[in-house]
């Protein structure tokens, strides 16, 4: 059973970085078969997708957030990470990693992100 | 963008009823539909994919259907462990996006 967790800084300052980390266990993230996701989650907007990556590290990124995302994958620690630059406090939110194919199988328990000084 | 529409926003339901939740996706995304069941402080949890294709251990009471720009999730008998949040989701178009959501309550 493939299983997710995140991890990283719960609280971030105005104009800095949010950076998280997804652990994969269970399954791997060099499998063909799924992207790994970031999605986000608050009271206003609800659901959001951020972007996802595949197995050869080809992302798609949600525009709305510009050039502001990163995602990368460390398939020696079965990990895939999200960097979100330039933060501001409308990028607190809940913050999932999740996998699948297209469609989200698999997902992390989620991360709250606060943004501020 | 492709925009998803969910209605109703809250549904007030008993147990043994049967409902239905309806999003409208704003051109054709085919049957790349995914539809979860969100309970509070928890993760979402997929239901159906493909607009109809029931996840492995989801009850048979969940059913999804609709192609095109109309989908529906239909609960057969509401059951006390279905009150909670749902959301559509499509995957055909970057970006991706859900629904606003629909928040199932005890009548």
């Known amino acids: 059973q493939v299983q997710l967790h995140e991890s990283g800084p719960r609280l971030v300052k105005p104009s800095g970085t949010l950076s998280l980390t997804c652990t994969v266990s269970?399954?791997?993230?060099?499998?063909?078969?799924?992207?790994w996701s970031w999605i986000r989650q608050t009271p206003g907007k609800g659901l959001e997708w951020i972007g996802h990556?595949?197995?050869?590290?080809?992302?798609n990124n949600n525009p709305s957030l510009k050039s502001r995302v990163a995602i990368s994958v460390d398939t020696s620690k079965n990990q895939f990470s999200l960097e979100l630059s330039s933060v501001t406090a409308a990028d607190t939110a809940l913050y999932f990693c999740?996998?699948?194919?297209?469609?989200?199988?698999?997902w992390g328990q989620g991360t709250l992100v606060t943004v501020s000084s | 963008d492709i925009q998803m529409t969910q209605s109703p926003s809250t549904l007030y339901a008993s147990v043994g009823d049967r409902v239905t939740i309806t999003c409208r996706a704003s051109?054709?995304?085919?049957?790349?539909v995914a539809w979860y069941q969100q309970k509070p402080g928890k993760a979402p949890k997929l239901l159906i994919s493909?607009?109809?294709s029931l996840e492995s251990g989801v009850p048979s009471r969940f059913s999804g259907s609709g192609s095109g720009t109309e989908f529906t999730l239909t609960i057969s008998s509401l059951q006390p462990d279905d009150f909670a949040a749902y959301y559509c989701?499509?995957?055909?178009?970057?970006?991706?996006?859900f629904g606003q959501g629909t928040k199932l309550e005890i009548k």
């Open positions: 493909k607009a109809s």
């Open positions: 990556i595949n197995y050869s590290g080809r992302t």
């Open positions: 269970g399954g791997s993230v060099t499998s063909r078969a799924n992207y």
């Open positions: 999740a996998g699948g194919a297209g469609f989200l199988d698999y």
């Open positions: 051109q054709s995304i085919s049957s790349w």
């Open positions: 989701q499509q995957y055909d178009s970057y970006p991706y996006t």
